[in-house]
């Protein structure tokens, strides 16, 4: 017999994932709002994109982003903006968001 009414047990790896999952913060929501524009903890989204306003954590990612998507136009460091200067500046006892990025690197 194969006991197929049988109720199938979550292994502990499984279980640590789903509490993982549910109590990392992914940068959503309100909390996520704040952590995109560069508000009270500094933010992941530093800088962005002069000519379609993506936004990208630092210098090497835009320009990864820049030769594909603008591939015509002159990759310009200077013309990038800082989205952390134009806001406020986090003071530096607050600590950085924790926010877990893809899991492929």
Do not use: W
């Amino acid at each position: 017999m194969t006991g197929k009414a049988k109720p199938k047990k979550h292994t502990a790896k499984e279980i640590q994932a789903k509490i993982d999952a549910a109590t990392t913060n992914r940068g959503g929501g309100k909390a996520g709002i704040a952590d995109r524009t560069g508000q009270d903890k500094g933010g992941h989204a530093k800088y962005e994109c002069p000519h379609c306003k993506i936004t990208a954590p630092d210098v090497k990612s835009m320009q990864i982003h820049h030769d594909s998507k603008h591939p015509k136009i002159a990759f310009d460091e200077a013309a990038i903006v800082n989205r952390h200067a134009s806001t406020s500046q986090a003071p530096a006892e607050k600590p950085k968001p924790g926010v877990r990025g893809s899991l492929k690197k």
